[in-house]
């Protein structure tokens, strides 16, 4: 009997060492998703610690990404979709004067929540002027009504294909697209937008949401020297003319009009 | 239908269209209200869409710059196809430079000219009306409008009325 007993307590001392080696290992695996970023718990959904991060300007292209399926930043597409309301949308990201701050946000997560709130009204100022544009999964996978609410006047695109390109990881998740350059400059996630609109707006001062513009896009510092240098003078010989910019003869109102 | 460089087709409400890479684009039909009957609006534009805007633009022509394009293109439904104003154009018309006005427009803006064609096609009334930021671009402006109109299918089983 005395024999049992203590082979039982050994059992279960054993198996009792054995659990807690099991539930220290979950713990570090939780903590490690923690630091990724990836939360599990929805109820206690805290910022992942993935900082925005802007990529140095004078790369052309090809710089690492946080994800692996999308290595290349020239790689980006428009954000093509539904919107809350059942229409179908189609924005460009790229080919444009504006940049895009594209936010992957999902109805469920509670550190969404936040930026859902930040965002119910369409007059968020973005720093530099970009373009926000509020990124859910597709009417397959998200409530469209759900988004509707969460939404207010934001504008949203549901679209799978974007989150899939894009390589989005988890939510929320921002990524700031150039449209001169038709490039990403900077991505990852944060905690509030509070601190997503500091670390856009210290990018902007740095300049790293300005990168080169690729040749032939008709954009700035893109254009041709021998197009340059013709409109250098057209400019001289309009002032000489006593014509600044802005002055109304450079608009008129009809083929007629000008004074020709 | 094949898809343009950069471009994404766009499938909705009986219209298709394959916006140009550098376009926004939306197929949308408004909410009814009681005793209202609403049809399908596109709108696409070379600058942002702006998320309130009028079925003619309104909101979104005042942010064209001189190298902008605006288009429109509003179902009118089948009863429209048959009137004096819908039924003298069958088909998608294209454009020309000088078919842009300033008095064309919906609401005049300085240095923008506007054209409005009404058409109709499968049995129903449709209203082409596009904006261009500068008169003096006109010419390719116009081919840029072209561009995009040109890639539009009207398709009126697809409503789903």
């Known amino acids: ?260 | 239908m094949a898809s343009l460089p950069g471009g994404r087709v766009l499938n909705a409400m009986g219209m298709s269209v394959n916006p140009p890479a550098g376009w926004d684009a939306t197929i949308y039909r408004r909410p009814a209200d009681t005793g209202e009957h609403t049809f399908p609006v596109m709108h696409a534009s070379t600058t942002t869409l702006p998320a309130v805007r009028g079925d003619y633009g309104s909101g979104a022509v005042e942010l064209l710059g001189p190298d902008d394009v605006f288009v429109a293109v509003l179902d009118f439904g089948p009863e429209a196809a048959g009137t004096a104003l819908f039924s003298g154009l069958r088909g998608v018309p294209g454009l020309t430079p000088d078919a842009f006005q300033a008095r064309q427009l919906q609401r005049t803006i300085r240095g923008q000219a506007g054209v409005q064609r009404f058409f109709n096609t499968k049995g129903r009334g449709y209203c082409l009306y596009s904006v261009i930021g500068s008169i003096a671009n006109r010419i390719p402006l116009t081919a840029r409008a072209n561009q995009l109109i040109g890639s539009l299918r009207l398709d009126p089983q697809g409503i789903g009325e």
């Open chain 1, 1 to 260: 009997m005395t024999a049992l007993v203590v082979g039982l307590t050994v059992a279960v001392a054993l198996l009792g060492l054995l659990v807690a080696g099991l539930l220290r290992a979950h713990a570090e695996i939780l903590r490690s998703l923690h630091q990724m970023g990836v939360e599990l718990d929805p109820s206690r959904q805290q910022p992942g610690p993935t900082p925005v991060m802007f990529r140095d300007s004078g790369s052309t292209g090809g710089g690492t990404r946080p994800t692996p399926a999308r290595p290349d930043v020239t790689d980006v597409i428009d954000l093509t979709g539904s919107t809350p309301r059942g229409d179908a949308i189609s924005l460009a990201v790229s080919g444009v004067r504006h940049d895009t701050l594209a936010g992957f946000l999902t109805s469920g997560c509670a550190t969404c929540r936040g930026f859902w709130d930040a965002f119910h009204n369409a007059d968020v100022d973005v720093p530099g002027g970009a373009r926000l544009v509020l990124v859910t999964r597709g009417p397959e996978a998200e409530s469209p009504g759900a988004i509707a609410g969460l939404a207010g006047s934001a504008t949203v695109v549901m679209s799978t294909e974007a989150w899939e390109h894009y390589d989005i990881p988890h939510a929320p998740y921002f990524v700031y697209i150039s449209g001169p350059a038709g490039r990403v400059v900077g991505e990852g996630a944060a905690a509030g937008w509070d601190e997503v609109k500091g670390l856009v707006a210290n990018a902007v001062a740095d300049g790293t949401t300005k990168p080169a513009e690729p040749a032939g896009t008709g954009y700035g510092p893109a254009r041709s020297k021998a197009d340059q240098r013709r409109d250098d003078a057209v400019d001289a010989q309009l002032r000489q003319a006593g014509i600044e910019p802005g002055d109304a003869r450079l608009y008129p109102t009809s083929i007629n009009d000008g004074g020709g």
